[in-house]
């Protein structure tokens, strides 16, 4: 596929945090119009928020190297916060579960020490705390991470968890001893 220009036309994924207010879904895709990307899906989980506590949105869309560039200088420049765009930063998915004092233990700072020490990106936070936040709760995190670097990761993350004497669970890996 052309554009006329030569360039060829690529299918990207953005990956976007939004505020949840009316129109803020629409304010993110009139600069991928009004620059000539085609749109090939949206994905808004408005039921599901990111450790920031908004919502996560990828957009998948079609456009030449350049006008991709300028799509995502056009968001940042409307102020909506891009994650992620062009080239996948990310090629594995590690999903692990948190035990214990996680809220007394301050949750956000958790998250964040885990980012902040890896090269990973928590993209999915799931509480549970049934029989209140005084008994201790879990958390379902999803981790995305660079390829081949799953191990140190999950070391960082069990250092973050010694700390606040908090438990992993860790998931089974491919190949690995059950």
């Given at each position: 596929m052309s554009d006329g220009h030569g360039d060829e036309v690529h299918a990207y994924?953005?990956?976007?945090?939004?505020?949840?207010?009316?129109?803020?879904?629409?304010?993110?895709?009139?600069?991928?119009?009004?620059?000539?990307?085609n749109l090939l899906s949206i994905f808004h989980e408005r039921g599901n928020l990111t450790p920031r506590g908004h919502i996560p949105?990828?957009?998948?869309?079609?456009?030449?190297?350049?006008?991709f560039d300028t799509i995502v200088e056009?968001?940042?420049?409307?102020?909506?916060?891009?994650?992620?765009?062009?080239?996948?930063?990310?090629?594995?998915?590690?999903?692990l579960l948190l035990v214990g004092d996680l809220v007394q233990t301050d949750l956000s700072d958790?998250?964040?020490?885990?980012?902040?020490g890896t090269d990973a990106s928590v993209t999915d936070v799931s509480l549970s705390a049934?029989?209140?936040?005084?008994?201790?709760?879990?958390?379902?995190?999803r981790l995305a991470i660079q390829s081949g670097a799953a191990e140190p990761a999950l070391a960082s993350v069990r250092e973050v968890a010694t700390e606040k004497d908090l438990h992993v669970i860790e998931p089974l890996t491919v190949g690995g001893d059950a």
């Open positions: 994924t953005i990956r976007l945090e939004l505020v949840d207010e009316p129109g803020e879904l629409l304010r993110a895709l009139h600069p991928i119009a009004d620059n000539g990307g949105v990828e957009v998948d869309l079609e456009a030449t190297p350049e006008r056009a968001l940042r420049d409307n102020g909506v916060n891009v994650i992620q765009a062009g080239a996948e930063r990310y090629s594995e998915e590690v999903t958790t998250l964040s020490q885990i980012q902040e049934p029989e209140g936040t005084e008994n201790g709760a879990s958390a379902r995190l």
